[in-house]
């Protein structure tokens, strides 16, 4: 991963978990509390591609996981949101993006659906049933419902800063520079190439050697020609 990706990826997956916890937690709304975390990990993984999303959701359940208060034992949050990203980023386009609203949409969903239920499941298997007092429908539910509603304010401006980070402004000014460098070049120097420039003749069969300004044309013999036309231009006058 690339140094711009880790860095917009930590303060994304930051500032979702302060939020999360600090003001979308403390609504107390019935069922499951909406995940805000889940959508930046979706939206980064939907423009990174799956093995980006794996790592960022990996790490940004991890951060999950040890965000107090956490009623859960560590990793199993970090588990779920790496599938959910590597799967979210399988979603991708090859060598383009997503021109629609529909697909981050049904992505949205079946994070929403995917991640209650592989919650739930890690949980059960690994005998931490802390937080399954809801029922799971209700849980699915509004879980949904809570996503589907934070995901048009969300969702695409995190897709739009992480398109923004992968685009490189020096590339293209450098691959300006350089293509108005060649064309200065050749501008300035455009007489080596010209027939009053200096050219250098082949050899001949008996072996002779180059000669430079040899042509008609050349810069000497241009030269030369004027300074004959002021002459005679003067003698006139006079």
């Given at each position: 991963?690339r140094i711009?990706r880790?860095?917009l990826?930590?303060?994304?997956?930051?500032v979702?978990?302060?939020?999360?916890?600090?003001?979308?937690?403390?609504?107390?709304?019935?069922?499951a509390?909406?995940?805000?975390?889940?959508?930046?990990?979706?939206?980064?993984?939907?423009?990174?591609?799956?093995?980006?999303g794996a790592?960022?959701?990996?790490?940004a359940?991890?951060?999950?996981d040890?965000?107090?208060?956490?009623?859960?034992?560590?990793?199993?949050?970090?588990?779920v949101?790496?599938?959910?990203?590597?799967?979210?980023g399988?979603?991708?386009?090859?060598?383009?993006q997503h021109?629609?609203a529909?697909?981050?949409l049904?992505v949205?969903?079946?994070a929403?659906?995917?991640?209650?239920?592989?919650?739930?499941?890690v949980?059960s298997?690994a005998g931490?049933?802390?937080?399954?007092t809801?029922?799971?429908?209700?849980?699915?539910?509004?879980a949904?419902?809570?996503?589907?509603?934070?995901?048009?304010?969300?969702?695409?401006?995190?897709?739009?800063?992480?398109?923004?980070?992968?685009?490189?402004?020096?590339?293209g000014?450098s691959?300006?520079?350089?293509?108005?460098?060649m064309?200065t070049?050749?501008?300035a120097?455009?007489?080596?190439?010209?027939?009053?420039?200096?050219?250098?003749?082949?050899?001949?069969r008996?072996?002779?050697?180059?000669r430079?300004g040899s042509q008609?044309?050349?810069?000497?013999?241009?030269?030369?020609k004027?300074?004959?036309a002021v002459?005679?231009?003067?003698?006139?006058?006079?």
């Amino acid at each position: 991963m690339r140094i711009n990706r880790i860095l917009l990826s930590t303060v994304l997956v930051a500032v979702a978990l302060v939020v999360q916890v600090g003001v979308l937690a403390r609504l107390h709304l019935p069922g499951a509390v909406p995940d805000l975390v889940l959508l930046v990990v979706l939206g980064l993984a939907m423009v990174y591609g799956h093995v980006a999303g794996a790592f960022i959701g990996f790490g940004a359940g991890l951060l999950a996981d040890l965000a107090p208060p956490s009623d859960h034992a560590i990793g199993r949050y970090a588990l779920v949101l790496c599938v959910i990203g590597y799967v979210a980023g399988l979603t991708k386009p090859d060598k383009s993006q997503h021109r629609s609203a529909s697909m981050p949409l049904i992505v949205v969903v079946c994070a929403a659906i995917g991640s209650t239920l592989l919650y739930a499941g890690v949980g059960s298997l690994a005998g931490d049933n802390a937080g399954n007092t809801v029922g799971i429908p209700l849980l699915l539910f509004t879980a949904t419902v809570y996503d589907l509603v934070l995901a048009p304010f969300s969702v695409p401006l995190v897709m739009a800063l992480a398109r923004r980070s992968e685009k490189d402004p020096l590339a293209g000014e450098s691959s300006g520079g350089t293509q108005s460098g060649m064309v200065t070049g050749e501008a300035a120097y455009g007489w080596l190439s010209t027939g009053s420039g200096l050219r250098m003749s082949r050899p001949g069969r008996g072996g002779r050697t180059p000669r430079i300004g040899s042509q008609r044309g050349g810069l000497l013999g241009g030269k030369s020609k004027s300074l004959k036309a002021v002459r005679i231009k003067g003698g006139k006058r006079l």
